[in-house]
């Protein structure tokens, strides 16, 4: 196994592992069972569609543009706090019928697109995904580019799917309203808290 292919892996890892919002919103879909490897399917496209962006060298192109990257920001802040508000209005209120009522009728499509922009208006994904994994890879010789750029994607493969499925298998024991209604209402702390993160970026 290549030194590249490990230093993809584990620096991948550690990017992706803290909870951060597009985290959260698959530990939602995993606990309510709820098309949950459809988004650990999408969240993986969108990370390795930008993995190899990135360490084929697109961040510098991502870093020159800068009306792409305040689009970004402001598109991600205005999702996060409205999906953030959603959750916790869904805390608030509770379900007497537990996991399931209290998610609502929510089909496929709609999931896609809230995975897509939950994943793609995070200005943090483009950061972690592009801008450094691109700048570490920068450091190794064309040769080794396609087992570190593996590397990164086997963590994320690794980590969408085990989250998931987790969450999944988690589900009977937070089934309960109470346990539903606290989960929504991190979910909710999470997207406020990313959001008012990149404000604070922007605007400091």
């Not at 919103?25 to 399917?41: D, E, F, K, P, T």
Request: charged share 10%; aromatic share 10%; with cysteine.
């Amino acid at each position: 196994m290549s030194v590249a292919l490990l230093q993809g892996f584990f620096l991948g890892a550690s990017l992706i592992m803290p909870i951060g919002a597009q985290n959260a919103y698959v530990l939602s879909r995993g606990i309510r069972r709820q098309h949950h490897l459809l988004v650990a399917s999408l969240c993986l496209f969108c990370d390795l569609v930008l993995i190899i962006l990135g360490v084929f060298g697109g961040g510098r192109w991502l870093g020159s543009v800068p009306l792409l990257q305040s689009l970004l920001t402001w598109g991600g802040v205005a999702f996060l706090l409205l999906y953030g508000a959603r959750s916790w209005q869904r805390a608030w209120r509770g379900s007497v019928g537990g996991l399931d009522a209290a998610a609502g009728p929510e089909g496929r499509m709609a999931i896609i697109v809230s995975t897509l922009a939950v994943t793609l208006l995070n200005p943090h994904v483009y950061l972690d995904t592009v801008m450094i994994l691109g700048s570490v890879a920068a450091q190794w010789p064309a040769a080794s580019l396609p087992a570190f750029a593996l590397g990164a994607v086997l963590a994320s493969t690794l980590w969408f799917y085990g989250l998931a499925l987790l969450a999944a298998r988690l589900a009977p024991w937070l089934a309960k309203p109470t346990a539903q209604r606290l989960i929504d209402g991190l979910v909710g702390a999470i997207m406020w808290g990313v959001a008012l993160a990149l404000l604070w970026q922007t605007l400091g």
